[in-house]
C-alpha cells in the first residue's frame, strides 16, 4: 500500500507522431500543493486528463493512492476544476450542487458549501445569470464534495477578482490542512509562488523541474539582485562597490547566492554614504524561463 496520494512513472503519451508526454515522473504526498508550470502545449492538460482516466497512456502508470485512473475508486478519491468550467444554466447553485452531491452519494451542507465559496447569497439562483468567477465558485464548490485524496485544479483563478483569489487560496490550504494532495496547473506565477509547496515544470512534454523553489533557486545559480540607495552620489558608491546606477541616486549589484554575505559586508562598510537597500533573490518567472532555457538548449 503506498502513503503517496498520486504517483506518476515514466508516462509517455503520444498524439500521432507526435509526444506529447515523454518520461514523466511525478508524485504528490498527502497534504502537498504541487504547482505544474508549462507553456501552452507543454502537456499539462493531457497529463491532467490522463490521471482522470479521460485518456490512456502510451507507456508508464498512474496512480491515485492504490488505484488506476477512472476506476471507481480513483473517481470517488479525486476532485477536479477545469479551466472553463461549466454547469446546466437552469439549474440553481443549490441544485446543481445537490445533483452532484447525490451522483457523489456524499450527504452535505449544501448551504454550507455555497457560502464557503461566497455564494451564500446566490444560491437560489440559476446558474445561466452567474458571471464567470461566480462559476468558478461553484465549481470550487464541487471540489470540496466529500473528502477527496486528490484535488486538480487547472488554472483556478480564471475570472475571480483579487479578493476572491485570495480565499481560493485560502480554502486550498484548508484542503491541504486535511490532507488532500492538491496539483494546481496555473500560469500565474506570482500566486503559485507563494501558495505551493514544490514546483514542477513540463516543457513539450518533458519535465525539466520538480523540487522546492528554493532548491531550484540554488540549483538555477541565478543571481541575487541588490539596489543600494545612496546618501548623496551614487556614481562614487557604484565605483566602490563594482556596481551599476540604475537612476540618480540607486546602485544595482548582482551576485551569486554564494557571494551575498561578502557583498552585504561590503555594502555596510560604506557606512552613512547607503541610506537604503534592498535585496530581491530570483523570483518563480526568472526559474521558469531559466528551466524552459536549459531544456530547449
Not at 477545469?82 to 440553481?92: C, D, G, M
Not at 544595482?252 to 555594502?267: D, F, V
Amino acid at each position: 500500500m503506498t502513503d503517496k496520494a498520486l504517483t506518476i512513472q515514466q508516462v509517455c503519451k503520444d498524439r500521432g507522431k507526435t509526444r506529447v508526454l515523454s518520461d514523466v515522473d511525478l508524485t504528490l504526498a498527502p497534504g502537498e500543493r504541487v504547482a505544474l508550470l508549462g507553456h501552452n502545449g507543454a502537456g499539462k492538460s493531457t497529463l491532467i486528463k490522463s490521471i482522470l482516466g479521460l485518456i490512456p497512456v502510451d507507456g508508464g502508470t498512474i496512480r491515485v493512492g492504490d488505484s488506476a485512473p477512472g476506476s471507481a475508486v480513483a473517481r470517488r478519491d479525486t476532485a477536479y476544476l477545469p479551466e472553463a468550467v461549466s454547469f446546466h444554466p437552469a439549474l440553481t447553485g443549490r441544485e446543481q450542487l445537490t445533483l452532484f452531491a447525490r451522483l457523489s452519494g456524499e450527504k452535505a451542507d449544501i448551504p454550507g458549501l455555497l457560502d464557503r465559496v461566497g455564494l451564500s447569497d446566490a444560491l437560489d439562483r440559476r446558474i445561466g445569470t452567474y458571471s464567470k468567477g461566480m462559476r468558478q465558485r461553484l465549481g470550487l464548490a464541487q471540489v470540496l464534495l466529500g473528502s477527496p485524496k486528490v484535488a486538480l485544479l487547472d488554472e483556478p483563478t480564471s475570472g475571480l477578482d483579487p479578493i476572491s483569489r485570495q480565499d481560493l487560496y485560502a480554502i486550498i490550504d484548508e484542503l491541504a490542512g486535511q490532507g488532500t494532495a492538491v496539483l494546481i496547473a496555473s500560469h500565474a506565477l506570482t500566486e503559485v509562488e507563494a501558495r505551493t509547496d514544490r514546483i514542477a515544470i513540463l516543457r513539450k512534454g518533458v519535465k525539466v523541474a520538480d523540487d522546492t523553489l528554493a532548491n531550484l533557486s540554488e540549483l538555477a545559480g541565478l543571481p541575487i539582485k541588490l539596489r543600494v540607495r545612496a546618501t548623496e552620489n551614487a556614481d562614487v558608491l557604484a565605483a566602490k562597490l563594482g556596481g551599476r546606477r540604475v537612476n540618480g541616486a540607486s546602485v544595482e549589484i548582482l551576485c551569486s547566492p554564494a557571494e551575498k554575505m561578502e557583498a552585504l559586508r561590503r555594502i555596510a562598510a560604506m557606512g552613512e554614504a547607503v541610506a537604503d537597500l534592498e535585496m530581491a533573490p530570483p523570483k518563480l518567472e526568472d526559474l521558469y524561463r531559466h528551466y524552459a532555457r536549459e531544456a530547449a538548449q
